[in-house]
């Protein structure tokens, strides 16, 4: 149905950048909500930044300011840029969408979850 491959991730510097990516593929008609968590070690998921089907975006406490999501509608691609990173950013990254997808002819709500990108800060 769907499938959603990150890239990007890898060891960054603090105060550094990295920039994530996520394709999406498959019987996709619409995107709802698309956006990224994150998994710190011994910690739980968590939301870094999300994407309403409105248009609305909405970011953790601990990202804003730092980190921007953004959509490339035509390649149907998702980013995360990461600005003055922090070692407390390092964690398993991971892209997440809710989307109408095409099932039989129909037309079907689902959530799909990407296989996650590490993402490590050094200090």
């Known amino acids: 149905q769907v499938q959603l491959v990150e890239s990007g991730g890898g060891l960054g510097q603090a105060g550094g950048s990295l920039r994530l990516s996520c394709a999406a593929s498959?019987?996709?008609?619409?995107?709802?909500?698309i956006a990224w968590y994150r998994q710190g070690p011994g910690k739980q998921r968590e939301l870094v930044a999300q994407?309403?089907?409105?248009?609305?975006?909405k970011y953790g406490d601990s990202v804003k300011g730092r980190f921007t999501i953004s959509r490339d509608s035509g390649s149907r691609t998702i980013y995360l840029q990461m600005n003055s990173l922090k070692p407390e950013d390092t964690a398993v990254y991971y892209c997440?969408?809710?989307?109408?997808?095409?099932?039989?002819?129909?037309?079907?709500?689902?959530?799909?979850w990407g296989q996650g990108t590490q993402v490590t800060v050094a200090s």
């Open positions: 997440y969408v809710d989307a109408l997808v095409i099932i039989g002819g129909e037309r079907v709500e689902s959530e799909h």
């Open positions: 498959g019987t996709i008609f619409s995107f709802n909500t």
């Open positions: 994407i309403t089907g409105a248009g609305s975006t």
